[in-house]
């Protein structure tokens, strides 16, 4: 897992929503509520922030919490945020001006803008571009120091991996009786490192379809219509499967729904919300699963690498014209691919087989995973160049022996990191010297 990658979008859209805010020179700018070793918290960013997440909130009608509450909240994760700027100055963690304008170029990618366009966006909004620039640079270096930090604690080991995948071979069966289960989902997706508004976004529209999915006679015939291109929900006919074949998150969901019923809520997995109906139950007396279940995708790439003499900008133009041609159908993609892709899938079309989880680097799975069938990407930035992403088709699949201790490492890691990354940021707040003034 790269934490470096994680932040770049959520920090441009924070300090995209904080800029209006920042414009406000009648406010009180050297009033401090908290010091934090050497550095300052001030007022201003803390109601700053809060009157992000409100908007955030407001958007998304969600309640929030009680005002005293929310500040105490927003003023610890401000607190948070700059002892780990801190530690990354401390620790000659640095991200120098080459590393800077590349990250740049992401975030204005995924904006579909130039840097220059990027940059009078920012100081349209009243930011002067440099203190933009420079805010990145300090969250760029916290995310580095919490790779290094807590990547470094992070071990799993064979026995682990053997007991993942006995549980996952075993399930639950002795709970439900043997039972197979006919399920059918409704998919609101996330994208890739998503904002709280996004999510909070996401979650709003998840709980309108499950209300209206629940007075629907014909489940896969509400989801077909309202699975279209652009929406950001799919349909998934999942057919009968013992309960060991399925997420333990569908296992537990599904106890006590009975055939044709909804579960009640929507269940939520990196993937996005789930809104499932138990299509139909039945006994077998041979639920004995072999191997992890996964979605697998087949998908297709035009690949552009790093070389000398041509820009992230040039590459990312020049895959935006093939992505145009796809659009306008003045091409198609494995033509366009087999012309001017730059990797061994050229001659196939860009073809890159059917992928499991895991198996590709994360900038490409998370970006691959936010598409719906035949929906070209926006160019995505790997180690190995620049990419143009289109998926051709999805399937369950059962996984292999090998494939199985792959899945189950990359499974188990994520969730000893999880908690690795909250026992480290209680430890460094513990050792931080923290004075937090009272403020009206």
């Known amino acids: 897992m790269k934490l470096a990658n994680i932040f770049f979008c959520a920090i441009a859209l924070a300090l995209f929503s904080e800029m209006p805010l920042a414009q406000n020179k009648n406010r009180p700018i050297d009033e401090v509520v908290a010091v934090v070793d050497t550095s300052l918290v001030t007022k201003l960013e803390l109601e700053n922030r809060i009157a992000l997440i409100e908007k955030q909130f407001k958007a998304a009608n969600r309640a929030l919490p009680p005002a005293d509450e929310l500040r105490v909240q927003v003023l610890e994760r401000l607190i948070s945020e700059r002892i780990q700027q801190n530690l990354a100055r401390e620790t000659g963690i640095n991200v120098n001006d080459k590393d800077l304008e590349r990250i740049l170029e992401n975030i204005a990618a995924q904006g579909k803008l130039s840097v220059s366009e990027l940059k009078a966006k920012v100081e349209k909004e009243g930011t002067n571009f440099n203190k933009y620039k420079e805010e990145i640079r300090k969250e760029v270096q916290a995310a580095r120091l919490r790779e290094r930090d807590v990547d470094a604690r992070v071990k799993v080991t064979e026995s682990e991996i053997d007991s993942y995948i006995s549980e996952k071979n075993r399930g639950k069966i002795s709970q439900e ?15 890739a490192n998503p904002s709280e508004s996004e999510v909070a976004a996401a979650k709003s529209k998840a709980e309108d379809v499950l209300k209206q999915a629940s007075i629907e006679k014909d489940f896969l015939a509400y989801g077909k219509k309202i699975a279209v291109p652009g929406s950001g929900v799919r349909v998934e006919d999942l057919g009968y499967r013992t309960l060991d074949r399925l997420p333990q998150l569908f296992v537990d969901g599904a106890q006590g729904i009975g055939t044709n019923q909804m579960i009640p809520r929507i269940l939520q997995s990196g993937a996005g919300f789930h809104v499932i109906k138990v299509i139909d139950r039945k006994g077998t007396s041979s639920a004995n699963a072999q191997n992890i279940v996964v979605t697998q995708t087949l998908a297709r790439h035009i690949l552009l690498r790093h070389r000398a003499g041509v820009t992230d900008l040039d590459a990312q133009r020049r895959l935006n014209s093939f992505k145009e041609q796809v659009k306008v159908k003045a091409s198609d993609f494995p033509q366009l691919a087999k012309k001017h892709s730059e990797d061994g899938s050229a001659p196939n079309g860009g073809n890159l087989g059917w992928m499991s989880p895991g198996e590709l680097v994360p ?29 051709v088709e999805r399937r369950q699949a059962q996984l292999s022996a090998d494939k199985q201790r792959d899945y189950a490492r990359a499974a188990i890691r994520e969730k000893k990191l999880d908690q690795a990354y909250e026992d480290w940021l209680r430890q460094i707040r513990d050792a931080a010297t923290v004075e937090i003034r009272q403020s009206n």
């Open 177 to 191: 009786g043997n039972d197979e289960i006919y399920l059918a989902q409704l998919v609101i997706g996330l994208p």
């Open 363 to 391: 900038e490409f799975e998370q970006a691959m995973n936010q598409l719906n069938i035949n929906e070209v990407s926006n160019p995505v930035r790997t180690e190995f160049g620049w990419h143009l992403i289109q998926v």
